[in-house]
Each structure stands twice: as C-alpha cells, then as structure tokens.
C-alpha cells in the first residue's frame, strides 16, 4: 500500500523561504489527491493545502493563500509544498497525506518539522 515519506524541514527565520517534499512509494491513480497537513504545539490539526494528482487542480487554506505552493511530479511520485515569506505562526510539524476524496486524510506520512524564528 501506498506509503508517504516527508523532508525538507527546518529552523527558518521570519520572511524566508523553505521546500518540503513527500515522496510516495508506488505509482499513484490519477484521481489520488496528496495534501499537506500541520498541527502546531496546542492547536488542532490544520489543513495546508492539497493537489490532485491528475490534473494538478490545487486548494488551500486561507492562511497559506498567495504564499505557499503545491506542487507534485507524476513521473517522481512526489508533492512539493513551497512555502515563502514564512511566519513564526507557520511552526508547525508538517504531514503529507493522500487519498481518493478531498480533504485527503486516508495516509498520513510521519511528519517534518518547520520552525519560523521572529
């Protein structure tokens, strides 16, 4: 079965720019959706963005619009989530998750951590 594996985060300072990546472990059907969750320190999980992974139609949350970026590779079987002009607001452990409906909770991967300094 499909299994997500996530990288790319770190400690940042405010305004800076940061990519995580999620690499899935199989081929993924067209009508597959990978999205990028966050849970910070005493806050629900909050949904970041997702992509489907046919016809790369995007969504995100409201917090993240006009700064983030998703992104995916088919041909990679990976999502890319750019994220700029980031906000200490922004730390939070970072999950990759897929699924067959929107919002895609069905996998989950184990999660980065992004720290934004002030």
């Known amino acids: 079965q499909v299994r997500l594996v996530e990288s790319g985060g770190g400690l940042v300072q405010a305004g800076k720019s940061l990519r995580l990546s999620c690499i899935a472990s199989?081929?993924?059907?067209?009508?597959?959706?990978m999205g990028w969750f966050r849970q910070a320190p005493g806050k629900e999980r909050e949904f970041v963005a997702a992509i489907r992974h046919g016809t790369g139609q995007t969504y995100y949350s409201d917090s993240v619009e006009g700064r983030f970026a998703i992104s995916r590779d088919r041909a990679q079987n990976t999502a890319y989530l750019q994220m700029h002009s980031l906000k200490p607001d922004d730390t939070a452990i970072y999950y990759c998750?897929?699924?067959?409906?929107?919002?895609?909770?069905?996998?989950w991967g184990q999660g980065t951590q992004v720290t934004v300094s002030s």
């Open positions: 199989e081929r993924l059907y067209s009508s597959y959706i």
């Open positions: 998750t897929g699924g067959s409906r929107y919002p895609p909770t069905k996998k």
